[in-house]
């Protein structure tokens, strides 16, 4: 589980990017720019990671966070039909997409969730069946792509894998 109260929890900033999920507060930004508080806590100092569309990333860029490398063969972590559960918060008229994939250490990755668009301004619950079977390490990319809104952006918190892995 990952409230990013206190760091990233092992996922890290993923090559293929354009730019980083930064950690923030709601009471360090600007009215208008993401959730008014986290979803851990509640309160407008609670830490969750965002993008926004700003003047810094182009339309069409992409940053990038995946998860530790995920074993099935990990007797604690028997994720075959498990499921990633997680809450995303994606609010603006011009807001871009959240991609989130399955990676395998061949790095072929599958789409498990693709939204675009205004998703409303509140913390929204999702939750992802990790598909595969076998012994096949993998990870969870999470992708956010920028809009052309400059107060647009995409958040997640909450972050928890259905077995400890």
Not at 1 to 13: I, P, R, T, V
Not at 39 to 54: A, D, N, V
Not at 126 to 141: N, P, R, S, T
Request: aromatic share 12%; net charge neutral; proline share 3%.
């Amino acid at each position: 589980h990952c409230n990013f109260e206190f760091d990233l929890c092992g996922w890290k900033k993923d090559e293929n990017g354009d730019f980083d999920w930064n950690f923030r507060t709601s009471s360090t930004t600007k009215m208008g720019t993401g959730p008014a508080t986290d979803h851990t806590l509640q309160e407008p100092s609670g830490h969750y990671i965002f993008i926004k569309s700003s003047f810094l990333q182009l339309p069409g860029q992409k940053a990038r966070i995946s998860s530790p490398v995920l074993s099935r063969r990990n007797k604690n972590c028997k994720v075959c039909g498990g499921v990633i559960l997680f809450y995303y918060h994606m609010y603006g008229a011009h807001i871009g997409s959240l991609i989130v994939y399955q990676r395998t250490m061949a790095k072929h990755e599958n789409i498990l969730l693709n939204l675009t668009g205004n998703q409303g301004n509140f913390w929204q619950r999702k939750a992802l069946i990790l598909a595969g079977d076998g012994d096949e390490d993998f990870q969870v990319v999470f992708e956010g792509i920028a809009g052309k809104g400059p107060k647009d952006g995409i958040a997640l918190d909450d972050l928890t894998f259905s077995r400890e892995c």
